[in-house]
Each structure stands twice: as structure tokens, then as C-alpha cells.
């Protein structure tokens, strides 16, 4: 295998950058370049890296050849006690959500991305209800929440106390996304990882160790990360 044999590798420019980066993500290889760098220069940096990309490339399509690639029938969201039951038909709408029913309907013609689209409309509606509640119960208090889709984050904390939760936290276990939101409310009393962190972190959930082995070993699923 050679670089030829690799998707076209995505060159983005970025005032932000300082220093070129390659990011193997899925289906896609980009390079972060900054706004000062030719393209003879990112050229080279691309050729440089080409041992380390392809064995990266490689060892992500051997995992993602590992990971079940069939469509859901239900789905355990994290605030329900009983699974969503899916379906896939022909209809018009991306999605019909029966919440009564706890049923689901997705249009079969893209089915992957329109399950992605509900899975976000959801989080939407209930992450920063709970994120809120949490704060009354724990008397952390935050600024404002945003709910996205980042590749490598499951949240973050700004110095201003703006909170980011990641969608797919729905699709885990309730007491993981209660650790995610301790751990970035932790962070509007203390905006480092020092032990006096640490230490808010387990005052609010004591089994904060266990909930973040649990992060280092879940994957998504495919139809997540297309």
C-alpha cells in the first residue's frame, strides 16, 4: 500500500494553527495546516509521515471491519429506563419519534444518518435539562451549554464556565453521562486537573474512577463515526 492508494487527503487551513497536524478519522485523512504554510511544505509533511499514516490507516480499517455494522433494533438511551424500540420504512420524514410509545421510526434512505439526526435532536432536547437539574444538585453552577458532535471530546468547560456535552452521551449509560457532566461542572469551581479537582469530582460521584475506564474502552457505533 502507498499514499495513492489513501482517500484524497483533505488540506485545511486554519488562522488558529501553529503547526501542521494529520489526523486519520474514519473514512478521512485531513491535514491541519497554518495559513503561513505553502503547499510545498505541507507536501513534504504528508511524504515524511507517509510510514506512520499508512500503518495508522490500516489499523483503523481493521478495526472498523471488527465493529458490528448491522442497524439497530432498539436503542438504551441514558434518562430511559426501557429501550426504544427502531424501525426503517418508507416515509417522507427523516425520522417519526413516538415518545409515548417509545418508537421509532427512521426513513430507509439513508437510515445510518438519520438515526445519527435523531440521536442529536435528542440529546438537543434532554442533555441540557439534566446538565441543569445536575448543577441545582451539586451547586455547580455554569454559564451556558452547547451540545455537539466533536470527534475526540466527550465535553469541556471554558474559563467563562460554558459548558460543551457531546451528543452521543445519550447512548451511554446514565451514570456515565452523570460523570461527564460532574466532571465539567468540577471545573467552574476548578479550572485545572489538580487534586482539589479530583477531589470535587469524587464528592459527587465516587465511583468517578470506574465511569472513566468505562469512556477509555467504549466505541461508537458505525453508524456514529460515517
Not at 504554510?37 to 481493521?62: H, M, P, V, Y
Not at 471491519?65 to 448491522?70: A, E, G, M, V, Y
Not at 426503517?88 to 439526526?117: G, M, V
Amino acid at each position: 500500500m502507498t499514499l495513492s492508494d489513501l482517500p484524497e487527503i483533505q488540506i485545511i487551513r486554519n488562522v488558529r494553527a501553529t503547526r501542521l497536524r494529520l489526523r486519520v478519522d474514519g473514512q478521512q485523512i485531513k491535514v491541519t495546516a497554518p495559513v503561513f504554510c505553502s503547499n510545498r511544505q505541507i507536501q513534504k509533511f504528508i511524504a515524511d509521515a507517509e510510514g506512520w499514516l499508512l500503518k495508522t490507516w490500516q489499523a483503523q480499517q481493521a478495526q472498523l471491519q471488527q465493529i458490528d455494522q448491522s442497524l439497530p433494533a432498539e436503542l438504551q438511551l441514558f434518562n430511559l429506563n426501557t429501550p426504544i424500540q427502531i424501525g426503517y420504512q418508507s416515509q417522507k420524514q427523516n425520522f417519526i419519534w413516538d415518545e409515548s410509545a417509545l418508537q421509532l421510526w427512521i426513513s430507509d434512505r439513508h437510515p445510518e444518518a438519520y438515526l445519527k439526526t435523531f440521536i442529536i435532536a435528542y440529546a438537543k432536547q434532554h442533555l441540557l435539562l439534566y446538565l441543569e437539574q445536575l448543577s441545582l444538585d451539586t451547586g455547580l453552577n455554569f454559564n451556558g451549554c452547547n451540545i455537539r458532535q466533536p470527534k475526540t471530546r466527550w465535553g469541556s468547560c471554558s474559563a467563562r464556565h460554558d459548558i460543551m456535552l457531546n451528543s452521543a452521551l445519550v447512548l451511554m449509560p446514565e451514570a456515565i453521562c452523570r460523570y461527564v457532566c460532574v466532571h465539567e461542572l468540577a471545573h467552574t469551581r476548578h479550572f485545572d486537573h489538580s487534586p482539589r479537582f479530583w477531589a470535587e469530582v469524587a464528592r459527587h460521584d465516587p465511583e468517578f474512577q470506574q465511569h472513566r475506564q468505562f469512556l477509555k474502552r467504549f466505541q461508537l457505533p458505525y453508524w456514529w463515526l460515517g
